[in-house]
T-cell receptor, first 111, second 112 residues
Framework: TQLLEQSPQFLSIQEGENLTVYCNSS?????LQWYRQEPGEGPVLLVT?????EVKKLKRLTFQFGDARKDSSLHITAAQPGDTGLYLC???????????FGAGTRLFVKA | KAGVTQTPRYLIKTRGQQVTLSCSPI?????VSWYQQTPGQGLQFLFE???????NKGNFPGRFSGRQFSNSRSEMNVSTLELGDSALYLC???????????FGPGTRLTVL
């Protein structure tokens, strides 16, 4: 079974703290996406990484794709209450024909 | 460029009824996927359509069906509704199979 495991499942932090969310698999992915979802809305695509070792930055968010393309991380610097939401990773397995989603990390940033 | 649109946004039905949800993908996108999202189960894959053909299917009963039209718009149907079908139903479009997906706002279905 091809799985994407996300950790932690839940994170509650104070405004200004840093955090890292992980997405791991035993499968190799041709690409991997990170989404943020707010309650009652659809997930919004944040970034797509495709190259092993790739690092992308989006303001205070840093995304990294593992060298072997089996894992990824999302690091948020100086978290703000507006970062609160469900973070999902998703990937397309190399040679596969389906997108796989992780179970998500629910982040709550307290003011 | 307009995003993915889903109609209706909210729906209330009773057990035993059927429902049809609609999704219009981003212009130029030919693949449409459907997901069910509940607090307990997370995002569950229903099916994916490309060029009017179902290409992938998740582990849902036959009460859940879908189709895609020549203009890439898609509909999903749920017959004989059960209480457990209450969920947020999300549609996502992509240029082709295996490309990054863009989600619509979802349809919140409540079954009473």
């Amino acid at each position: 079974t091809q799985l994407l495991e996300q950790s932690p499942q839940f994170l509650s932090i104070q405004e200004g703290e840093n955090l890292t969310v992980y997405c791991n698999s035993s499968s190799v992915f041709s690409s991997l996406q990170w989404y943020r979802q707010e309650p009652g809305e659809g997930p919004v695509l944040l970034v797509t990484v495709v190259t092993g070792g790739e690092v992308k930055k989006l303001k205070r968010l840093t995304f990294q794709f593992g060298d072997a393309r089996k894992d990824s991380s999302l690091h948020i610097t100086a978290a703000q209450p507006g970062d609160t939401g469900l973070y999902l990773c998703a990937g397309s397995v190399t040679g596969g024909f389906k997108t796989i989603f992780g179970a998500g990390t629910r982040l709550f940033v307290k003011a | 460029k307009a995003g993915v649109t889903q109609t209706p946004r909210y729906l209330i039905k009773t057990r035993g009824q059927q429902v049809t949800l609609s999704c219009s993908p981003i212009s130029g996108h030919r693949s449409v996927s459907w997901y069910q999202q509940t607090p307990g189960q997370g995002l569950q894959f229903l099916f994916e359509y490309f060029s009017e053909t179902q290409r992938n299917k998740g582990n849902f009963p036959g009460r859940f069906s879908g189709r895609q039209f020549s203009n890439s718009r898609s509909e999903m149907n749920v017959s004989t509704l059960e209480l457990g079908d209450s969920a947020l139903y999300l549609c996502a479009s992509s240029l082709s199979l295996n490309n990054e997906q863009f989600f619509g706002p979802g349809t919140r279905l409540t079954v009473l």
